[in-house]
């Protein structure tokens, strides 16, 4: 898939990590977690630039086909730690989402209006 829309491996499976952390209903480690969005982050920078070779010179371009990131990638990857720290360890970050609740609906009955 990487190849198809020209970023690399890592990236995907980068965000695609962050995404499972911030859907699974376990504790999540806040310092962990920022340090791989920094990682993610450094790969989403790489990408901007791009080494192209011409015969036998090469040079470094930049893209003009990419994009800064939406304002929802950046509210993860620079502020997302901060939100896992203020969350109280009682409740997971995944109980947040609605996948969850629609889980707690539909298998468990919890929260159905009668």
């Known amino acids: 898939m990487s190849r198809e829309i020209g970023l ?16 699974c209903t376990m504790p999540i480690c806040p310092d962990k977690f920022q340090k791989h969005c920094d990682y993610v982050l ?5 990408e901007m630039t791009k080494e192209i070779v011409t015969g ?11 994009y800064p990131p939406s304002p ?3 509210k993860i990857l620079f502020h997302g730690a901060d939100v896992i720290r203020l969350i109280p360890r009682t409740l ?3 109980q947040l989402s609605q996948v969850y609740k629609f889980l707690c609906i539909k ?8």
Not at 8 to 23: F, M, N, P, Q, R
Not at 107 to 114: D, H, N, S, T
Request: charged share 25%; no cysteine.
């Open 107 to 114: 298998y468990l009955g919890v929260g159905r209006f009668k």
């Open 72 to 74: 929802t990638l950046h």
């Open 92 to 94: 997971m970050l995944g």
């Open 42 to 46: 450094g790969l989403y920078n790489q």
């Open 8 to 23: 690399s491996k890592e990236l995907i499976d980068g965000i695609y990590h962050i995404w499972i952390a911030l859907t």
């Open 56 to 66: 036998t010179k090469r040079r470094r371009v930049r893209r003009e086909v990419w």
